[in-house]
């Protein structure tokens, strides 16, 4: 690899994101260009060094051993970048954090908390934009699905920060119509006669929504789904009984708490981001925001 004189920083901006994010896809949308942009200016900077940085794969990009050399140099200058950058907001009375920033959240929590607060942030700060990625699934922070990710499993590896966002509860709920066409409940033995509305066993995605066993066993499910919202429906429906989270259900006066005692559950919600968001400010002001917001709905998310 040869020494160049000078490099770009922008190519060397878009080097770093598609070294994190493994596609020239994802790398676009993290620097909001076209992916010809990136494609680009990644053989720009290759031609500049003189060695390929990135080895291109089926799946995406993969750095060569002359990018992985150059990787540590590249981080080492967007710290220094965002320091300069930050003194620069503040000599300047910056109007606040801008840029995109990334959410990873689960459906239920991402579509009915998150959402209404992230939006009122967004308007405080006209110069951020949120992406607010709220799917039944989960979100690797490793392949850069996102700059924060909110999980029901606390991460155990990589070079990521983590904290304990929030505790919420779920109970099990039934149609008020189903329920009043039913023997009355007052057991765990009297849900034998119930049907269920659940997950789907093989795509479940974390250990933490496994509920109904604990409770009792169902000998029939009338509909199974990934999505809890999908769920949700299904049991306003009357097609049976569910495990819903509190701050989904409570607020429908067509659902009612069965078992309130025996049925119940608490699960966490942890949040975290890559080690290097600590040094970007639109991360910070995300994360810190987030963790107000886990303050402030904490009596709706535990009733």
Do not use: C
């Not at 991402?110 to 709220?134: E, F, N, R």
């Not at 009297?190 to 049907?195: F, I, M, Q, V």
Request: glycine share 6%; hydrophobic share 45%; net charge positive.
């Amino acid at each position: 690899m040869k020494k160049p004189s000078t490099l770009d920083w922008d190519n060397l901006r878009y080097f770093l994101e598609l070294a994190r994010t493994g596609t020239l896809a994802a790398a676009a949308r993290r620097t909001g260009v076209e992916h010809t942009t990136v494609a680009r200016r990644i053989q720009q900077l290759e031609k500049r060094i003189g060695s390929p940085l990135f080895v291109r794969e089926a799946a995406g990009h993969r750095l060569t051993e002359a990018g992985r050399q150059l990787l540590p140099s590249v981080e080492a200058m967007e710290t220094a970048v965002l320091g300069v950058e930050r003194v620069a907001a503040l000599d300047a009375g910056s109007s606040g954090p801008a840029g995109l920033v990334r959410v990873g959240a689960t459906e239920g929590f991402g579509t009915l908390i998150l959402a209404p607060h992230l939006a009122l942030l967004t308007q405080k700060h006209p110069h951020l934009s949120i992406d607010l990625l709220a799917v039944p699934r989960m979100l690797h922070l490793s392949r850069r699905e996102a700059d924060i990710v909110i999980s029901l499993e606390r991460p155990q590896r990589g070079s990521v920060i983590v904290t304990r966002l929030t505790d919420y509860t779920l109970m099990l709920y039934g149609q008020r119509e189903y329920l009043a066409r039913h023997a009355l409940i007052t057991r765990k033995e009297d849900l034998r006669e119930h049907e269920f509305v659940n997950y789907v066993d093989d795509l479940l995605f974390s250990k933490e929504l496994q509920f109904l066993e604990d409770v009792f066993p169902p000998e029939r499910f009338t509909l199974r789904s990934t999505s809890i919202m999908a769920q949700y429906q299904a049991v306003r429906a009357g097609a049976g009984l569910a495990v819903l989270p509190a701050f989904l259900a409570d607020k429908d006066p067509t659902l009612a708490r069965v078992l309130p005692r025996q049925a119940r559950f608490t699960r966490t919600f942890w949040m975290s981001m890559p080690a290097e968001g600590k040094h970007q400010a639109r991360i910070q002001a995300v994360w810190a925001f987030l963790k107000e917001v886990g303050q402030i709905e904490a009596a709706r998310l535990n009733p």
